[in-house]
């Protein structure tokens, strides 16, 4: 039988195994869940619905260092950064209780002809399933059940299988701050388990982070079966640098917008676009600087850097970057692998048409790109199957609002980075899915907005 393991990337050790769930049980998972729809989302009110959920966000603050040391050993990731996504998860519970009411409240329409009224109202829609990735193990299902649990929705919650144990851990959160069994279910699946839960009528809806293939797979399953799916996939996205008043201010955001999470995030920087006369400068700089940050033990204090998530994330990565090189790519600095570890690494000379300059490096990877004009920056800054984030530094308001503008993403950060907030849209175009989580965007996926006209 397959199994979910949790297996320490900086060491290789498999730490403890769990089982897949059994055909049946996951069929008397989805029974449970859909049942529990009618007495979660339209008998328990709203304001009991925020209240326990404020008290999973609570739950969350009050087990950090437990629940961050979960996914230390589970994906590698740096303990100081382990503990700042659970914080982030208390903000987003609690912006979603102190506004559920607010995001839930009846929308009037102003009638253009006729006597009477007309209004939007929004209610749940039944049993989810939400699909989590590896890279974010907390922070991915608050911004997915957090919201929907308020509004009254009902979730099946497939985590990665590298993260059992943190999927262990958020199911007794949610137990214990009051959400009824039945209402939040997690499933140690197979996909192919997953594609008869999508395929299942009573199943309302999917939420999907994930690789593009893995959310094309999705998609295929879902709109065969008429449900509505969102999906937040991969990013390559990129970093315009067009002028600065501060170019080690600029470089340190480069550097910290890369590697957090040993560059395995899907709307981190990868594709440093400069102008021509700030190339040579800022390329001088980004090296020493990220040559300055190097791997460590996550669970030691002041590590900036720890493994790549798994063996095969390795693996890929170094094989994407030794078939850069071999295409042409100069290898600046970096490029070796020590496990799971690998070097902070800078890529130039990337010429169109090879595979570095279409594919998504998910990893502490840095390509950098020399351009002559704005509009030459705002061409390759497009020039990409994804549309996820982007972030653009410049002087000129002006040429910021312009620029940001004309690029082709689902977010634009202007002369900042790791700016997300709980109350921030997340969400791309192009191969970077559809759809949109966190703010009252994300509140808006799953629900009925059912008209009511009264004359």
């Known amino acids: 039988m397959a199994e979910y393991a949790v297996v320490n990337p900086a060491t290789g050790e498999t730490l403890k195994t769990y089982p897949t769930i059994s055909d049946g049980d996951l069929g008397a998972a989805i029974d449970r869940v859909h049942a529990a729809h009618a007495p979660w989302g339209r008998e328990t009110p709203l304001e009991e619905r925020a209240a326990i959920i404020r008290r999973v966000g609570e739950l969350h603050g009050e087990r950090r260092q437990e629940l961050a040391e979960i996914i230390v050993r589970e994906m590698g990731k740096p303990l100081e950064q382990a503990l700042g996504e659970v914080d982030f998860c208390v903000d987003i ?128 399953i879902a709109g065969a079966n008429l449900t509505k799916v969102v999906l937040e996939l991969g990013g390559s996205d990129p970093f315009v640098l067009l002028s600065t008043d501060d170019l080690d201010a600029v470089v340190q955001q480069a550097v910290d917008a890369r590697l957090d999470n040993a560059g395995q995030s899907c709307n981190a920087a990868k594709r440093f676009v400069v102008i021509d006369d700030l190339y040579e400068p800022f390329l001088k700089k980004l090296t020493a600087a990220i040559e300055a940050v190097e791997y460590g033990d996550p669970t030691a204090e002041g590590t900036a850097m720890g493994p790549l998530s798994s063996a095969s994330a390795a693996d890929r990565l170094e094989e994407q970057v030794g078939r850069a090189v071999e295409q042409g790519a100069t290898l600046v600095t970096g490029g070796q692998r020590e496990g799971n570890f690998y070097r902070t690494t800078i890529l130039t000379d990337i010429a169109k048409g090879t595979d570095a300059y279409q594919e998504e490096f998910f990893g502490p990877v840095a390509s950098v790109y020399r351009v002559g004009s704005e509009e030459e920056a705002i061409t390759l800054a497009n020039d990409t199957p994804y549309g996820l984030g982007s972030y653009l530094f410049t002087t000129d308001a002006e040429q910021a609002a312009r620029v940001a503008d004309r690029i082709e993403a689902g977010m634009v950060f202007v002369n900042l980075v790791l700016a997300d907030g709980a109350e921030l849209p997340f969400g791309g175009v192009k191969g970077s899915g559809f759809g949109r989580e966190l703010g009252r965007y994300g509140a808006d996926e799953f629900v009925n907005k059912k008209l009511i006209r009264v004359g």
């Open 93 to 220: 519970y609690g912006f979603y209780a102190d506004r559920a009411t607010e995001l839930l409240a009846d929308e009037p329409i102003e009638l253009l002809a006729g006597d009477g009224t007309a209004i939007v109202r929004r209610s749940s829609v039944g049993v989810l399933l939400g699909i989590m990735p590896w890279n974010f193990p907390y922070y991915q299902v608050a911004r997915f059940a957090g919201p929907n649990l308020i509004i009254g929705n009902t979730i099946l919650l497939k985590h990665a299988p590298q993260c059992p144990e943190s999927a262990e851990a958020i199911e007794r959160i949610y137990r214990d701050a009051g959400v009824p069994s039945d209402a939040y279910v997690n499933i140690y699946a197979t996909n192919h388990q997953i594609k008869t839960v999508i395929e299942d009528p009573r199943v309302q809806g999917v939420s999907v982070t994930g690789s593009g293939r893995a959310g094309a797979a999705v998609a295929a």
